[in-house]
């Protein structure tokens, strides 16, 4: 999220080598806040737990302290996920969600946690990742004015590890082995592509049995997506970062025309790979809507957003969902 550069427009860059295949201090614990049930009553919200058994692979990357401020999350060097379970109705279905933040910083509320209260609404497991950053993944160096790749990609890392980790404890979180999906906002989007398609190898070494379970989701959500041009060969080419091809999971993608930050150059690319390798592909693209937006609002602070039919994204996820096979005529 708030990137100060366009994807698609020329612009001097001068990246590192593309496509890469701790400290001591504890960090700040999110303050909790409390999940309204199925029947209008507030209960404890659920607990992070951590998402590596034992050393965090490149831990030194990430130093400072771990901090939460009106919304946002910076330093994080422990990656963890909350799972959000629904209180009936449960589809079967999980959805890993992946806040914004340009890969320097984390949208936790706006495109996390209220997202995974939704998601649980309507009877889908939601887990927040709260993913390494800052410079986890292709990201805005400000001391050249400029797009680079990660020293390590971090974020992949912990993308192919929580995907697996749910996979893991599908049993116990009443959960359909093949119906564990991606779901993200902004650099989270192009998280969501890059988990979808590099998954059949992992990005760190191997540290237990989780890591032999399949990181590839079963489908992917993204939207208003970055870096998708990124290490691009032509105007509508992708970011060669990410392989698509045909074992890519269907994906539904959503943004506004009139994406300040970034330009719908980037979805448009990803579609035109998806579609060239026969994906099945859902597109939606809006007059109005700006950049950042959630549920009920904008980090843009859009004058009357919920009046602007993008606002009714949340209703389209949920037929997108049924028409995949996802959550309609479960086998309980």
Request: with cysteine.
């Amino acid at each position: 999220m708030l990137y100060p550069f366009r994807n698609g427009v020329a612009v001097l860059v001068f990246a590192l080598a593309g496509c890469q295949s701790n400290t001591d201090q504890s960090p700040k614990t999110i303050p909790p806040q409390s999940v309204t049930d199925s029947s209008g009553l507030n209960k404890p919200a659920p607990t992070e737990q951590p998402i590596w058994s034992a050393v965090v692979p490149d831990s030194s990357l990430v130093t400072g302290i771990e901090t939460y401020n009106d919304g946002m999350v910076r330093n994080v060097s422990k990656p963890t996920i909350t799972v959000y379970a629904p209180d009936s109705n449960n589809t079967g279905v999980a959805v890993l969600v992946f806040p914004g933040g340009g890969y320097n910083k984390l949208a936790i509320d706006l495109e996390g946690r209220e997202i995974c209260q939704w998601l649980a609404s309507v009877g889908v497991t939601g887990v927040l990742l709260k993913y390494r950053v800052p410079a986890s993944g292709p990201h805005y160096d400000a001391a050249c004015h400029c797009e680079k790749d990660p020293v390590k990609p971090m974020a992949l890392q912990d993308a192919q590890r929580a995907v697996a980790l749910v996979r893991s404890n599908a049993a116990a979180w009443n959960i359909d082995l093949d119906k564990i999906g991606v779901m993200g906002f902004s650099a989270g989007g192009h998280l969501v592509a890059d988990v979808s398609t590099n998954y059949r190898h992992r990005a760190y070494a191997p540290v237990d049995p989780i890591d032999e379970i399949s990181c590839r989701p079963d489908f992917g959500i993204v939207f208003f997506p970055g870096h998708m041009g990124f290490h691009a060969s032509g105007p509508y080419a992708l970011n060669r970062c990410l392989p698509v091809d045909k074992q890519t999971p269907p994906m539904f993608i959503l943004q506004a025309g009139n994406d300040p930050v970034d330009s719908i150059q980037n979805s448009l690319r990803y579609y035109i790979a998806l579609k060239k390798a026969g994906v099945s592909t859902e597109y939606h693209i809006y007059d109005e809507g700006g950049h950042a937006f959630g549920l009920h609002k904008t980090a843009m602070n859009i004058p009357d957003f919920n009046e602007l039919p993008i606002a009714d994204w949340p209703v389209l996820v949920e037929r997108w969902l049924r028409t995949i096979g996802m959550t309609a005529d479960r086998k309980r």
